[in-house]
């Protein structure tokens, strides 16, 4: 998508050296665009650890190149396999709800492992190895970008429908979080139906709640959908339920850190009650994703992995200062504070889920429909 008229991707090879990544580091925005030179696993762990990027379909991108990475270094090791194995459990420690992350990993050891590769590592074998890792790595991110794409394409219809039936009047979508572009490597997933209703000319609003603790709702949905001329309003977490109840939502639409092939998601805390207020008042419940946000070994929602983080998210707040982040205390310095990351939504509150194949219902039936080759 357009940063100031530009078109960027969230992560690509530095053009003049293909053995750096480069990635937008998102802990300035909006105040600061800053891309990030990432040459090391350790370089791309941080990144992923310390949210540089972060997204479920990003960390999956991101994990894809740290292993083309992986490759480089290997090389120069005594031994491929063993440091190839190493990168992979540091990469795959990094954080634990999204699905995406080690789903890419898993890709990326085993198209390393089935290339036409001699076994003797030579030289010539690792580089074989660097090649398909960097090939890989580039398949990922443009299925990503492409998979994106098509759930525009898939959504786009459900908006529509809702603008025929308001005679022109804006569509009203809420969202949580951010599952914009800048948590995929372009269109992202709960936003591409809303910039493919925009760009061919319907007339969308959205709600974005500021999505306490780390507010990517307020700093990067809003600033991504600024960018691109999208109509919105940041709201604070607790007004979903008001303007549902008012009417004023007509649609919720968010993305997914990991969804059972049985409809349970996993998304940012704060997911769950929105569904709930959605049940509650007929709005529609959307979640957007790639097939690579599916747990196709997952029956049962509630065994999903939920990320703890540091209290300070919690206890204090930060904001741009005179040219700088600055962190400030809002809760007493000695009040415990707990930092769930995400919640589960029961499938049973799901409308339907907008993939890159279609709109299905959140039921293992529908689910496996689109999907068969993952029927057990
Ligand atoms: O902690 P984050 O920022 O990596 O959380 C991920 C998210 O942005 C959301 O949960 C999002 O809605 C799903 S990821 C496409």
């Not at 990635?23 to 925005?29: E, G, V």
């Not at 960390?59 to 290997?74: N, P, R």
């Amino acid at each position: 998508m357009k940063v100031g008229g530009q078109h960027f991707r969230t992560i690509w090879l530095k053009p003049e050296d293909d053995r750096v990544v480069q990635l937008i580091d998102q802990r300035f925005l909006p105040h600061r665009f800053a891309i990030e030179d990432v040459s090391t696993v350790e370089q791309m762990a941080t990144a992923i650890r310390d949210m540089h990027v972060r997204g479920a379909g990003l960390i999956g991108a991101s994990a894809g190149y740290g292993m083309y990475l992986a490759t480089l270094e290997a090389a120069q090791s005594g031994s491929f396999n063993r440091h190839l194995a190493s990168a992979a459990a540091q990469l795959n420690a990094t954080r634990p709800t999204a699905v995406n992350l080690a789903w890419a990993i898993e890709r990326q050891l085993k198209s390393i492992a089935e290339g036409k590769i001699a076994q003797d590592n030579s030289e010539n074998s690792s580089r074989a190895r660097i090649d398909i890792a960097r090939q890989t790595a580039r398949q990922i991110a443009a299925e990503n970008e492409e998979h994106c794409r098509m759930i525009g394409e898939h959504g786009l219809p459900l908006l529509q429908e809702i603008a025929r039936k308001k005679n022109g009047k804006p569509v009203n979508v809420l969202t949580h979080c951010n599952a914009g572009w800048l948590a995929f490597v372009d269109h992202g997933s709960a936003t591409a139906p809303i910039y493919a209703a925009h760009d061919r000319g319907l007339s969308v609003h959205v709600w974005i709640d500021e999505t306490r603790p780390r507010n990517q709702g307020s700093k990067l949905t809003a600033w991504e959908l600024g960018q691109h001329g999208v109509p919105h309003t940041v709201i604070a977490d607790n007004t979903g339920g008001h303007l549902m109840q008012r009417g004023d939502v007509d649609l919720v639409i968010v993305g997914t850190d990991r969804t059972t092939y049985t409809g349970d998601v996993a998304n940012k805390i704060g997911t769950y009650l929105k569904a709930l207020a959605a049940y509650d008042n007929q709005v529609p419940f959307y979640v957007a994703l790639p097939s690579s946000s599916f747990d196709w070994t997952l029956r049962d929602g509630s065994k999903i992995p939920i990320e703890e983080r540091g209290a300070g998210e919690i206890k204090n707040a930060d904001g741009w200062l005179d040219g700088r982040q600055v962190e400030v205390r809002v809760a007493p310095e000695q009040s415990p504070a707990a930092n769930y990351g995400f919640d589960v939504t029961p499938r049973r509150l799901v409308t339907g889920l907008i993939t890159e194949r279609g709109v299905c219902k959140a039921d293992e039936k529908s689910i496996l429909a689109l999907f068969p080759e993952h029927a057990p």
